[in-house]
């Protein structure tokens, strides 16, 4: 019998917020885990919240990567996590962009932060609650994508976080519920804020 008891997640985008902010990771040498990211994911692993990865990674659509990289990326990325006991329960990514150099992936799609698709997605396949749940990145499309999905939104100042604060958060409409200059730090918040327990 499946489990019908929704689970709050943490969502959490890639580059910048777990990983190093590289600009387009086009070789495997350039995904560096930032630090303290292990050990937050870990906390939230034994709070009982899901942890998904939502991710644009147009650099597929514009043919600076190919799949197999991305797919040597995340595996790589599941591995660091596991080595300091911290797990993720699912990495959901969109490949699209408008103008993309590949044809497969030239599209306006629904996936695309700050559209909410990839969201609504890992909601239904792993079963989430998103009006306890929380997305943690460090650009506005983040927060825009959070709020629209009826997730409460967190900015980290790690990658591009503080440029954005500094330079398109005051003209936005959308703002975050906490400000944290790490994942760690998001993490102290989310857990204390108590919104994730019924």
């Not at 969109?94 to 590949?102: L, M, N, R, V, Y």
């Not at 998103?130 to 943690?136: A, D, I, P």
């Amino acid at each position: 019998m499946q489990d019908t008891v929704k689970r709050p997640a943490v969502f959490l985008d890639r580059d910048g917020t777990i990983n190093e902010q590289m600009g387009y990771i086009n070789h495997i040498d350039r995904f560096v885990l930032l630090p303290g990211v292990a050990a937050a994911i870990g906390r939230l692993n034994r709070a009982g919240l899901a942890v998904v990865v939502v991710t644009n990674q147009s650099g597929l659509a514009r043919g600076y990567f190919p799949p197999q990289l991305l797919d040597e990326v995340h595996d790589r990325m599941i591995r660091e996590l596991a080595v300091q006991g911290a797990s993720l329960d699912g990495i959901y990514v969109c490949p699209h962009h408008p103008e993309a150099k590949e044809p497969q992936y030239r599209r306006r799609c629904d996936c695309r932060k700050p559209r909410t698709g990839l969201i609504r997605q890992a909601a239904r396949e792993l079963n989430l609650d998103l009006e306890r749940s929380f997305m943690v990145g460090d650009r506005w499309s983040d927060l825009k994508c959070a709020v629209r999905a009826g997730v409460c939104p967190v900015l980290v100042l790690t990658g591009y976080g503080r440029g954005d604060l500094e330079y398109i958060g005051p003209g936005q409409a959308i703002q975050p519920a906490c400000i944290a200059p790490t994942l760690e730090e998001a993490v102290d918040w989310i857990l204390a804020a108590g919104r994730h327990r019924t």
